[in-house]
């Protein structure tokens, strides 16, 4: 059952016991009311104590004495009773059994809770209705005029080579069946977010002049109990019905993963049969009829094995981050419309944003056009798109800076200037775009942005350098405040520290004790990890944090130029840096 309907009925649920509840309640109002028996009652009216009574057809009559209490006593139901009252000055209430309201209400609330719950309902299966209608209904990009074509992709040149195969395949399947190759059916694009899968599978649409259907696996993951399957249905029927065509499955690991039973809640079901769909459909169109599929995910790891069997995603693309030059050419893709001033240079930049994905470049760009649009500046110059990197990369400066006190200060002074300066020592290649101690909105204090040279492979010394990078921080502070004033700031470098130890250790085989033993397949094998490693963790961070210290210490009168400079500039970049460190 779909998890809307389910919070529909859970709250018609609801309602109706609080109805209940509240009915019950008004219902034993009178519980406490003291019951009398009717010679009492008789001794309490010729007494003049009783002020009113209620009268009805039932058993019992309840009523008030003077002194506020009140009462239930039997019905005599003799004649005149009602006379006698009034003569002995008892204001008489008739009322119906239990009350004129205690007999409307319960009438009342149940033909509410009745019109609730058909109001509900009826607009919980209006709403499905058109959840199901608006799912099922995929509709083609078709207009190949305004579409994304290869050369709308910067870099990405090897996945670009293996899908400009594709476009002959699905051009001319002909071709190729006369010498019995096949077409491959699905072809999993795999890599970080933001790379650029999109636009390749849209770009192999247009370059094949086939109309593109796409869909996301999360879509699916919310669904009504059948409906994943029957879109998947649907849509292999309009794929077909358009002859040849590119069908794209984004975050395909939404559906693959579920099958696993990771996320074992209601909706692994329901991927469950999604995916089952997908597998028979693309197992039931006859090869080479110009249809292909294309999925993509982030995590390949995840993915379930079925998936990647041969005749299903059996050729598989990788679209990693862009290297230096392909950055570059990212970039001057994006800045093609945006008017740049002659300082800028694009090369520069692309050095400076290692570990950038596309997306993240052309927001690098955007968000630099936004801020000379702001200032009003004819150009978008170095000064803009400095502004624009630190935001992409640390979130926007926080403006009201005034709370900070001047201790504050000090202290991410030293924590960030520790970083800076054991990055630079460890290694001369290190480069420290930029030092601050501005606060960022995302709750930083103040960072130091380590650039490590652009290389495909991490080398131990690297991995070693980084963890020496991380505990520069907290070095800093325990070396000029002492052991007592050491601060929170450090935490997330802890855990980066530890978390980068443990896969030197435990993933890359890089310690002499514990030798090339993976421990991730022993978790994955769920043996027992024996504590030795977070022993040798343990020993590493404390190795290097004393040899992070030494080197503070050896280079104590640097630290504070850093420091000093950065209260009161507030952010230094690379140059400034290597000046104050004399490199
Ligand atoms: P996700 O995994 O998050 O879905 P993705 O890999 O599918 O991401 P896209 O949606 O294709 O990434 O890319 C997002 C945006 O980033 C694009 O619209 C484009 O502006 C930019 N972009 C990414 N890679 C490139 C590239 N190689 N060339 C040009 N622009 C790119």
Known sequence: MNLNIKKRYLIVFLVIAILTVGIYFYANKNKEINEISYRTFNEYLEKGKVKEVYLNESSKISGKLYD??????DNPRIENFKEKLLLANVDVIETTKGGVLGQILPVVFMFSGIFLVAYLIKNGTKQAE????????????TSISKRISFKDIAGNEEAKESLRELVDFIKEPGKYAKYGARMPRGVLLYGPPGTGKTLLAKALATEAQVPFYAVSGSDFIQVYAGLGASRIRKLFKKAKESGKSVIFIDEIDALGKARKGINSNSGSEEGDRTLNALLTEMSGFKENEGIIVLAATNRIDTLDEALLRPGRFDRQIEVGLPDVNARYAILKLHSKNKPLAKDVDLKEVARETVYFSGAMLENLLNESAMIAARNKNSNITMDHINKAYLK??????????????????????????GHALIAKRVDKNNKVAKVSIIPSTRGMGGFSLNIPPDRMYQTKKDIENNIKIALGGR????????????????????????????????????DKDLGLVSYDVIVNNNLTIDSKLVERVKELLNTFYEEVKKILLQNKEYLDALARKLILEESLNEEQISKILDI
Do not use: P, Q, W
């Not at 709370?403 to 030293?414: G, L, N, P, Q, V």
């Not at 800093?476 to 520290?497: P, Q, V």
């Open 68 to 73: 506020d209490s009140e009462f239930v006593t």
């Open 392 to 417: 992409v990369l640390v979130g926007e400066e926080k403006k009201d800076r005034s709370s900070i006190s001047k201790e504050d200060r000090e202290i991410t002074a030293y924590h960030e200037a």
């Open 130 to 141: 058109k959840e199901m209608a608006n799912m099922a209904n995929v509709e083609a990009e």
């Open 475 to 510: 070095a800093a502070e325990e070396i000029i405040f002492g052991t007592e004033y050491i601060t929170t700031g450090a935490s997330s470098d802890l855990k980066k520290a530890t978390e980068m130890a443990i896969s030197m250790i435990g993933s890359y085989g890089m």
